[in-house]
């Protein structure tokens, strides 16, 4: 019998090894045809990119030393005595040396520059670039990556080109995971078969035979499953992969492809974003210690985990630098050198994709009307955003401790907040926080809690008084006496100041300062509530709002963003220019695809809106935000409390020369917190501005105005050094020819001061 089959397999075998080699020839064409597509197009999804804003600053710019730093330290960059390599810098007693990272920006492609940036007084006063010895006018740093939107494989990775790669890591790689990866054919039968031997010896598995391009495929194409057939086909597309592409092209791939961690939910597959995770650096920024434990993990990526099983990483880490060391790839004091250097693991945030949810949802809001097709959300884009992430860590520092504290010394539970944060001349989102605890997703506060304003309304009450100079100026006296007003059912309103009292007459000035609601009440029915809501309107309010003689008092319901809009305008000197998240979009190969229009319309009079930040600023050295002077007494700052009926909300909109912020603190259910605007909302600003350099208010005196001198006691205009008179800036067309002199009586006025070269903060400020 077996003689039977034996001749007929002889008579019959180059016939079966046609059908056979036939056979294997048309699986393998069936492989390449398979392959070809993924391998030659684009093989994975990349995730959209987020960035932060970019730092940029000229000569002459008031930035500090230490803001430069921080920077430089939130973009991984290695301090070091000596700068000698891209993404390191040094530190002088009154410079920083950086060697800055090339970077495609939203206007263009910036190469990288080595340069020396020095400070005289508190300002940046040279910027050389010490490779040409040429003096920058400006320097911009790349911007900070914030996050990457990954789509459903949650799979997320960084892609890099050979070029990006160290040498040193790809002789580690191969020397470490399949030395002859440049002479076998995509499978190596000597390794399998080797690794058959150790692991009988052993027992159990303790050696793999698989070729970097088994693994490759293994990633790309098949599951886990753990079968002959399984690793058949692994070897035969892994012989179609070999055949038809380059071994640089194939290990290009398996860099962007090997998996080497978990973040959260999400894969970290290829050495690029391993990079950023574990090092927050570049790949080509690594040092020879860093390198070795990235290759060193690919056994084992979670149980070689640097952050989790330190220990273990080092000893890995190490026993590649050894397999380094015995194939001569690095000498013996880089061996002994990096075997005594830290791991350095950087903090696990550095990819915080879970950060900031109120930011990168109004991002995302955005998007959806930037972006018409959502799927190109997730693939590859670069977005270009407006985050201050130094900003933003700190104001959740300040609002997530000061709610809690508030909270516990109240003895409530439910205490909220949300606070938003932008810069006044672009209209750019710096900082927003839609929950006191900061990092919660779901109901965004900032964006949707709508709560009534209170005394933040008043300076739209008073715009409409002094846009008539000739009936009112800061100095002009109102009534501070009782009201009663009676709707069409009958139903009577006596509205009441906060103190209860009534001081009979008031100043301007010092009504708003002072936040008293019953000259507000009266000047809003003088001029008109309807004036009101159109000013509400002129400033970027977006909410439809009645026209009731409520709404003097603050009885108009805004989010902390739309209060945000509203005070942005009137800080730019009535200039309303729409907040913004996002500045423009990529695509993956960086053609720029959208960017911000930077769209401004004067919606205010200039001048009155200087009159009002005047008096904004005096709220903080006098007014009910005089807490905010005596705690930054060199610095001048602007911004006005609010506190609505039986202290349910807490208001505070406060103001540098850059940034605007805009803080709500209280209760989702509105109950009472017991906190007024000052004792609430403004301890968040108090305590973010601690945290930051502000920048001192200064204002250009607009054509107009001037400074007048005023009767204290009765607002008249008179002289100027006489007993009882107060100066004050006053618009020009409302002020009349003749004044009272120092006895009483009327002379014609002198010439009018008009200054030129300081601001009125340096000269008025100064004089009072």
């Keep these: 019998m077996l003689k039977n089959i034996f001749g007929w397999f002889k008579s019959h075998f180059w016939p079966l090894m046609i059908v056979i080699l036939t056979l294997v020839g048309a699986y393998l064409l069936y492989l390449d045809a398979l392959i070809k597509p993924h391998f030659s197009g684009n093989k994975w999804q990349v995730p959209a990119q987020i960035y932060a804003r970019p730092l940029t600053f000229s000569i002459n710019e008031e930035i500090t030393q230490k803001e430069i730093i921080d920077e430089l330290k939130l973009l991984g960059y290695r301090r070091e005595s000596i700068v000698s390599n891209v993404g390191e810098y040094a530190v002088g007693q009154t410079s920083v040396v950086v060697h800055r990272r090339a970077f495609d920006f939203a206007d263009g492609y910036a190469p990288q520059r080595h340069v020396r940036i020095r400070w005289q007084a508190g300002r940046v006063s040279a910027i050389h670039d010490l490779d040409t010895n ?143 995770f574990y090092f927050d650096r570049p790949l080509n920024e690594l040092n020879l210690p860093e390198i070795a434990t990235l290759v060193g993990m690919l056994k084992g990526p979670s149980y070689f985990n640097p952050r989790r099983a330190p220990k273990r990483a080092q000893v890995r880490r190490d026993l590649v630098l050894k397999v380094l060391f015995d194939a001569d790839k690095i000498d013996k004091q880089e061996y002994l050198t990096s075997i005594n250097t830290p791991l350095n693991v950087a903090d696990a945030s550095s990819l915080a994709s879970g950060k900031h949810p109120a930011f990168m949802d109004q991002v995302a809001r955005e998007l959806n009307t930037i972006l018409a097709d959502p799927n190109i959300r997730q693939s590859g884009l670069k977005v270009f955003t407006t985050l201050d992430i130094n900003a933003q860590r700190r104001a959740e520092k300040a609002l997530s401790s000061r709610v809690a504290n508030l909270a516990k010394q109240r003895n409530v539970t439910t205490l909220q907040g949300a606070m938003v944060i932008s810069d006044i001349r672009s209209g750019g989102i710096r900082t927003i926080i839609g929950d006191a605890v900061v990092d919660t997703k779901g109901f965004n506060r900032a964006l949707d809690a709508r709560r009534s304003i209170g005394s933040l309304i008043k300076p739209a009450i008073y715009y409409n008084a002094l846009r008539d100079p000739s009936q009112y100026q800061l100095a002009s006296m109102l009534p501070d006496k009782a009201i009663v007003l009676e709707d069409q059912q009958g139903k009577k309103w006596s509205p009441q100041n906060a103190d209860k009292q009534f001081l009979g007459e008031v100043r301007l000035l010092d009504a708003l300062i002072n936040s008293r609601n019953l000259p507000a009440v009266q000047v809003a029915l003088d001029t008109g509530i309807d004036n009101v809501v159109a000013t509400l309107t002129a400033l970027g309010v977006n ?25 942005q305008t009137l800080a730019n000197d009535g200039l309303y220019k729409p907040l913004h998240a996002v500045s423009a979009v990529l695509s993956p190969d960086n053609v720029l695809l959208w960017k911000h229009s930077n769209f401004s319309e004067q919606r205010i009079n200039e001048q009155v809106a200087y009159l009002l930040n005047y008096a904004l600023h005096k709220v903080t050295k006098d007014g009910t935000a005089k807490q905010l002077g005596l705690r930054f007494t060199d610095i001048n700052l602007a911004g006005k409390t609010g506190t609505t009926n039986d202290y349910r909300d807490s208001w505070f909109v406060g103001f540098d020369r850059n940034l605007l912020a805009s803080i709500w603190v209280g209760d989702d259910n509105n109950a009472k917190t017991g906190l007024t605007g000052s004792s609430g909302a403004m301890q968040v600003y108090m305590d973010f501005q601690f ?78």
Excluded at 142 to 158: A, I
Excluded at 543 to 564: K, M, R, Y
Excluded at 721 to 735: K, M
Excluded at 742 to 759: A, D, E, F, I, R
């Design 134 to 276: 040429q003096s920058l006018p400006q320097l911009r740093f790349e911007p900070w990556l914030v996050t990457r939107l990954v789509p459903g494989s949650h799979e997320d990775r960084m892609l890099i080109s050979l070029d990006d790669v160290p040498l040193i890591l790809i002789e580690a790689l191969i020397l470490v995971e399949d030395r002859s990866f440049y002479s076998h054919w995509g499978v190596n039968p000597i390794g399998i078969v080797r690794a058959l031997i150790a692991n009988i010896n052993a027992g159990r598995k303790v050696q793999g035979g698989s070729t970097l391009t088994q693994q490759l495929v293994k990633n790309l194409y098949l599951t886990r499953e753990q079968s002959y057939i399984r690793k058949i086909k692994e070897a035969f597309m892994a012989l179609v992969i070999d055949a038809r592409y380059s071994k640089e092209a194939i290990l290009q791939a398996y860099l962007n492809e090997v998996f080497v961690g978990q973040n959260g939910g999400k894969a970290i597959h290829g050495f690029g974003l391993a990079a950023h």
């Design 543 to 567: 909410e439809s709002v009645p026209a009731l003689p409520a709404i003097s008092l603050g009885a108009v319901n805004l989010s902390a963003i739309q209060v945000n809009q509203m005070y």
């Design 691 to 768: 945290q930051m350099e502000p920048k001192s208010l200064s204002r250009r005196f607009p054509a107009g105005l001037e400074i007048a001198h005023f009767n204290a006691q009765t607002g008249a205009q008179m002289l100027a050094g006489c007993p009882g008179s107060i100066s004050l800036p006053a618009i020009s067309s409302g002020l009349t020819e003749q004044v009272l002199s120092c006895s009483g009586s009327k002379v014609n006025k002198p010439k009018p001061v008009q200054p030129k070269h300081k601001s009125w903060w340096e000269r008025i400020l100064g004089s009072l």
